[in-house]
């Protein structure tokens, strides 16, 4: 989208037709949009989860739940998108949700958002974790300071929500002008700017003006094109308040907001003495400590997925579904049936053969891949709605920095953990081209999904030398690309923020909630395309095409000393991630795999080629020449890491193991 997209567009809604809900990220917007709308979005503790803009209806009203945003001079494509879709719609009135706990904070983003001339209604959210916390908001009195109406809310246990409902069916006037008292030199040129500004801004002129001062390039563009007279005024205007201001004007602009919301919390809200037990508070702050966030993040691995998805899902949950349900009772049973009722073999074959649809693609989608898939978005749901993950990113900002990302990058990280593809999309939300691009190699070379982790955990398990050589080769080959990824690849590294919300004890009805909803969307997405996989390779085996690609795979898997047999589980890797990670579980239970064996195997098949999904979705998001120079260079390092393991393993006494 452009400058011109600043402008109003043609089509637009009527006068307080829709409700738009705005704020800093972890205010709990998404949250306060379930309540309000009574539709499920994915709640976050953590920026990047609504850059989907989620909609919904409400009373004949459409309710715009948008993505973070500090201010609406954007730093960063949220905030970006946020602005403008707060400009773009005419007659909106709009919700700021802000966090009691850290009113000072978020009160610079109330004020600009009360100079953009919409109605605003400011949602004090968190108001009971506030109470807990020993603070009392006034929100009357601080209604009565901002002229806007000021409302406590908790979108988790419901506090405020009819009170807020109530507020939107009566919307305010447009809000007064904010009470922010900046330097002189820009209040002058704001009115300068103001008076010359052409028609058609899809903002009120006085919070144009102060954006124009700011140094807002995507704005300055659009008024260039509508008027180059006005922009050679707005570039004056700036360079003469520049000149009288000792620091630069967006920061002298952003400091006097702040100094205002300080002002404003100091007055409206009563803080506990000082000295009061803050033990929750003192918890998060060792979360984010070198050694004991460290060691709590240690922990959180240990538990979370060897212990949850691994031992519990892989080693109880998938061995019940897969060798007493499918292997003993439905795939006997499901062969029988046929028999019975199909006459041509063949078809026989593409229901229950070595590739039968439901022998081989429900088996593998239903027995092996949703118990993993379950157990991970169960163990992502409590981490994230505990609050831990802001604080995992602070904890790694400063190793991420070293591979050339910042603390932000986690949360695509731990994402491509669930999926790969899904996480290669929310690179779009860290701030550089760089970092994006080095975060896209790592995913496609160094983050397995959540099948194929569940899959691989499953595997070695028991085999405490084959998990520490995977864990061992996927940390390094993770910090080994990344820094050299920082030093051959140009651009300037990222500057990190992050709001760091309360923790919070992870409630059941959310956790459910987003369980639920991503295995639902998983499976969704992965029983069609096993079926579809099953049914391709029953054709490639009938063509004898299967055999050849299968041959040609087998001759480097020779060379790390792996069976000929494990060669469809690389090939089929390739279109899904989990079908190959599927496949090797399925091959060391019929077969058995040594040690050695199953630590090359576990090594190459996760740094293997990013799947077919994960592929196009690099091509769309980098460009498809990146795309295919990542696959490329994956497919090198995965073979290469084997090649390295079949040597250096014997040496080490691997053939023993």
């Given amino acids: 989208m452009n400058g011109k997209k600043l402008a109003m567009a043609n089509t637009l809604v009527t006068a307080y037709s829709t409700i738009i809900l ?11 949009f379930n309540r309000l709308s009574g539709a499920y979005a994915a709640v976050s503790n953590y920026p990047g989860t609504t850059v989907e803009v989620a909609r919904a209806e409400w009373e004949g009203r459409e309710v715009v739940d948008t993505p973070g945003m500090h201010a609406f001079l954007a730093h960063t494509e949220e905030e970006l998108v946020s602005r403008r879709l707060i400009m773009e719609v005419r007659g909106a009135v709009i919700v700021h949700v802000a966090d009691a706990r850290n009113l000072d904070a978020h009160l610079p983003l109330t004020l600009q958002l009360m100079e953009s001339g919409f109605p605003v209604i400011l949602a004090a959210n968190m108001a009971d974790e506030a109470a807990a916390a020993g603070l009392k908001v006034d929100a009357v009195a601080l209604s009565g300071e901002l002229g806007i109406p000021v409302i406590l809310t908790s979108a988790v246990s419901g506090e405020g ?18 009470p922010v008292r900046y330097p002189p030199a820009l209040e002058i040129a704001a009115a300068e700017i103001a008076a010359v500004l052409p028609e058609g801004l899809s903002m009120a002129p006085r919070l144009a003006a102060l954006l124009l001062l700011e140094g807002d390039h995507e704005l300055l563009e659009h008024v260039a094109a509508s008027s180059p007279a006005a922009a050679a005024a707005v570039l004056a205007a700036r360079a003469t308040a520049q ?3 000792p620091q630069p004007l967006s920061i002298a602009s952003a400091v006097a907001r702040h100094r205002t919301g300080a002002a404003l919390a100091a007055r409206v809200v009563a803080r ?21 966030g460290g060691l709590a993040a240690v922990a959180v691995l240990y538990f979370g997925l060897y212990v949850l998805v691994g031992k519990l899902g892989s080693g109880v949950l998938v061995n019940w579904l897969e060798n007493d349900l499918f292997l003993k009772w439905l795939n006997p049973g499901a062969v029988r049936l046929a028999g019975a009722v199909i006459p041509w073999e063949p078809v026989r074959d593409l229901v229950t053969g070595e590739f039968g649809i439901f022998t081989l693609g429900v088996r593998y989608a239903v027995a092996i891949i949703l118990p993993l898939v379950t157990m991970f978005f169960l163990v992502f749901a409590l981490i994230e709605d505990s609050g831990y993950l802001p604080r995992l990113a602070m904890l790694l900002d400063a190793l991420f920095k070293r591979i050339g990302l910042s603390g932000r990058a986690v949360i695509p990280m731990v994402l491509g953990f669930g999926c790969d593809t899904m996480a290669t999309l929310v690179t779009r939300t860290l701030s550089t081209r760089r970092e994006r691009l080095i975060a896209t190699v790592l995913l496609a070379l160094a983050i397995p999904c959540s099948a194929q982790l569940g899959v691989i955990l499953g595997l070695l398990e028991g085999h405490a030398q084959a998990l520490a050589i995977w864990f061992t080769v996927l940390a390094g080959a993770f910090l080994l690309v990344g820094w050299l990824g920082a030093l051959v690849i140009p651009g300037e590294a990222s500057i990190f ?5 309360p923790l919070r004890w992870p409630l059941p009805g959310n956790v459910w909630r987003k369980t639920s909803v991503r295995v639902i969307w998983y499976m969704r997405e992965v029983v069609p395309l096993f079926i579809y996989v099953s049914l391709a390779a029953w054709v490639a085996s009938r063509m004898g095409i299967l055999a050849v690609i299968t041959s040609w795979a087998a001759v480097p898997l020779g060379w790390m000393g792996l069976p000929p047999a494990s060669a469809p589980a690389f090939v089929f890797g390739f279109i899904r991630r989990d079908y190959g990670a599927a496949g090797l579980y399925d091959l060391n239970a019929r077969h058995g795999l040594t040690v050695m064996q199953l630590a090359i195997s ?20 980098r460009s498809w020449k ?11 390092a995965a073979f290469a890491a084997g090649l390295v393991l079949a040597r250096v393993l014997p040496l080490l006494g691997g053939a023993s193991w």
Avoid: Y
């Fill in 272 to 292: 506990p003495a000082a000295g009061a037990s803050r033990g929750r508070d003192r918890f998060g702050d060792l979360l984010m400590h070198p050694l004991w």
């Fill in 497 to 501: 923020f992050m709001e760091v919300p």
């Fill in 243 to 245: 000149s009288r201001v």
């Fill in 602 to 621: 576990s090594v190459v098949l996760t740094l293997f080629l990013p799947c077919i999904a994960q592929f196009m979705m690099m091509g769309r998001e």
């Fill in 626 to 636: 990146i795309a295919t120079w990542i696959t490329v260079f994956v497919g090198f």
């Fill in 161 to 178: 929500i009819e009170a807020l409902k109530a507020a939107l069916r009566s919307p305010p006037p447009p809000s007064p002008r904010a």
């Fill in 22 to 32: 705005a704020g800093r990220p972890n205010a709990g917007k998404s949250a306060l």
